[in-house]
């Protein structure tokens, strides 16, 4: 495994087991959201998100956490090796979302120059937030077996699920010695 797309709810914890992954496999990681947004919120152009996207995933090998299916799955899927969808419950995403809005701690996948604050729009991503597995999920499901059909895939629940997943990964080291 040297590209994985990681999916999954906001709050899931895609940023977070993409960072384990990625340290864990020695491999590059990709926020989409880092490569989203400008400063403030703003949405890009949609070629020029696709195109730093296309430029991410240029390398033989990266972890790639964030969903935007219908924007970057055809440049994603066809070289993915794995996609992981975690499966966390939407109370644990919604409360999660909160916290660390409510925290606001600096997180390595926020967008440069992009503050979380309790405001309209944050109400808004809370709807998106609850209502992602009934009204979300099955069109980024859609578009992932329309994509790439032949790109295994591995449902992971909870951190005893997540820890196995990771403990099953080749280290680093042991990785690349495997290569050779």
């Not at 709807?127 to 790439?148: H, M, S, T």
Request: hydrophobic fraction near 40%; charge should be positive.
């Amino acid at each position: 495994m040297q590209r994985i797309v990681i999916l999954g709810n906001a709050g899931s914890g895609k940023s977070t087991l993409a960072r384990a992954v990625g340290k864990r496999l020695g491999v590059p990681v990709v926020h989409l959201d880092t490569l989203f947004w400008e400063p403030g919120w703003v949405e890009p152009d949609a070629e020029l998100f696709r195109q730093r996207v296309g430029e991410a995933t240029a390398g033989d090998s990266w972890v790639c956490e964030g969903n935007y299916a219908r924007r970057t799955f055809d440049l994603r899927l066809p070289r993915a090796d794995l996609v992981i969808w975690l499966d966390t419950p939407r109370l644990t995403c919604f409360t999660r979302v909160i916290l660390r809005s409510v925290m606001n701690r600096p997180r390595p996948d926020l967008p440069a120059g992009c503050t979380e604050k309790l405001d309209r729009a944050f109400l808004t991503f809370l709807n998106f937030v609850w209502n992602f597995d009934r009204g979300y999920r099955p069109g980024i499901e859609a578009q992932r077996l329309a994509k790439g059909p032949q790109v295994p895939v591995v449902h992971v629940r909870g951190s005893q699920q997540i820890a196995a997943f990771l403990d099953s990964l080749p280290a680093a080291g042991k990785l690349a010695s495997a290569g050779q």
